[in-house]
């Protein structure tokens, strides 16, 4: 019997309303089958508006079951990321409210990483029209998510990451 390969990732509540808070540690403990205590700090770009982070450690594909627990609330903004592993690449999940979620696969050096069938598609969706292929690969980088979620994180420097880790 093979057991999962472990990886690491952190989820970053950029922002929330107070008011989710219990609920979103309450999906966050349902994906990691542990207690999870977030420390919420303020975040300073939105009124009642608070942020929390935390890493954590468990088999592959934890991120996206972690970026798939906090999808339910628009009025959130996060990220969720999934350090690569043994046979698995790594991921960071953005959301924002008015973009919605964005998947990007990542390398062992944290590059986005944009495979090679998509770029065939951008090129050959482009005909040829450069403008058009730039605006696609930003689209696939997720640029646009992170033009919105860079204020939401400079909000957050300086404050600890706590480490949770995933039993069994």
Not at 53 to 77: H, M
Not at 80 to 109: F, K, M, N, Y
Not at 115 to 136: F, M, P, T
Not at 146 to 168: I, N
Request: glycine letters at 10%; a negative charge.
């Amino acid at each position: 019997m093979t057991t999962p390969s472990s990886t690491r990732g952190v989820v970053f509540i950029h922002s929330t309303p107070a008011a989710l808070c219990p609920h979103i540690s309450w999906a966050l403990e349902s994906v990691l089958g542990q207690r999870v205590s977030l420390e919420w700090t303020a975040q300073p770009l939105g009124r009642k508006l608070v942020r929390a982070e935390f890493s954590w450690l468990g088999p592959a594909g934890t991120g996206a079951r972690l970026a798939s627990a906090l999808r339910g609330w628009d009025d959130v903004r996060y990220e969720v990321t999934e350090e690569p592993s043994a046979g698995c690449d790594g991921s960071r999940w953005q959301h924002t409210p008015t973009l919605g979620i964005h998947h990007t696969w990542i390398s062992a050096v944290g590059d986005a990483v944009i495979n090679e069938d998509r770029l065939r598609d951008v090129l050959a969706d482009a005909e040829g029209d450069a403008a058009a292929v730039l605006a696609a690969i930003d689209d696939l980088l997720g640029a646009a998510w992170d033009q919105e979620l860079e204020p939401f994180r400079h909000a957050g420097d300086g404050t600890s990451v706590r480490w949770l880790h995933k039993v069994g």
